[in-house]
């Protein structure tokens, strides 16, 4: 049985997560040394519910994308609604989404998040979550690996699990831990839904010009664009066609 400090005055590392299935948390974040962590109040964790900031009766939380495609995309106006209530009570967390298309979790992330104040996360469903919210909320974009899940809970079980174990107090030593290589690959094209016109920002034209030979064209410059700012190692992996 781990012996935890008490008594220290220092205030709990915070995890706050906004999901449509708060009923998964804290799952094995409840068990082992990050169990007893959460229970001695090492740090907390707190869950806000999308769907409270949903449309209409039905409490309606996405749309289909801007341009054509399978799948449904999260409304940037309801995400924005459920970040904003979260913040209130925790305004000094970064925010960060979890997303394939994201910088690469690694050990020096972990660290760098554990010495912090803690950390939101926004778990996602569907296809992804309207573009124009990253860039109005200022998002950090998250991956943990080159590979999709269900949805975003179980990355920020990932995310959260890897920090906490860092936090003094938790674990009596520090472990390594593998980082495994990424495979090539172009990262996604960004995403938009209704409104057309949200806080200012339109949805791109081209993708509500119904001309499908450009819209295919726009997300395929764009994903080359995302790729190369973000990701150079998997255009250089893997050459692009």
């Known amino acids: 049985m781990a012996h935890f400090p008490t008594g220290t005055g220092r205030r709990p590392w915070r995890a706050s997560v906004?999901?449509?299935?708060?009923?998964?948390?804290?799952?094995?974040?409840?068990?082992?040394?990050?169990?007893q962590a959460l229970e001695a109040g090492i740090w907390s964790l707190t869950l806000q519910q999308i769907r409270e900031s949903g449309i209409g009766r039905h409490r309606a939380v996405d749309d289909t994308p801007a341009g054509g495609g399978a799948g449904m995309v999260m409304r940037a106006d309801v995400l924005a609604d459920a970040i904003d209530r979260a913040r209130?009570?925790?305004?000094?967390?970064?925010?960060?989404?979890?997303?394939?298309?994201?910088?690469?979790?690694?050990?020096?992330?972990?660290?760098?998040?554990?010495?912090?104040?803690?950390v939101m996360l926004l778990a996602g469903r569907f296809e992804g979550i309207d573009e124009r919210l990253i860039e109005a909320r200022g998002i950090t974009e998250i991956s943990i690996g080159d590979y999709v899940l269900s949805g975003g809970e179980l990355a920020a079980m990932t995310l959260l699990d890897a920090c906490v174990r860092l936090i003094p107090g938790v674990l009596?030593?520090?472990e390594s831990l593998s980082q495994e290589s990424f495979e090539g690959g172009l990262l996604e094209y960004p995403q938009y839904t209704k409104p057309r016109e949200w806080e200012g920002r339109p949805t791109p034209d081209v993708l509500l010009s119904g001309d499908h030979q450009k819209i295919a064209a726009w997300r395929r410059a764009e994903a080359e664009r995302i790729t190369?700012?973000?990701?150079?190692?998997?255009?250089?992996?893997?050459?692009?066609?």
């Not at 925790?90 to 020096?108: K, T, V, W």
């Not at 190369?228 to 066609?241: F, G, N, V």
Request: overall charge positive; hydrophobic content about 35%.
């Open 18 to 35: 906004l999901t449509l299935f708060p009923e998964m948390f804290p799952g094995p974040l409840g068990f082992s040394l990050v169990g």
């Open 88 to 118: 209130v009570p925790n305004p000094d967390l970064p925010l960060i989404y979890l997303s394939p298309r994201g910088a690469p979790f690694s050990q020096a992330r972990a660290h760098a998040l554990s010495e912090g104040p803690g």
């Open 172 to 174: 009596g030593a520090e």
């Open 228 to 241: 190369r700012e973000r990701r150079p190692d998997l255009l250089r992996s893997k050459p692009t066609r």
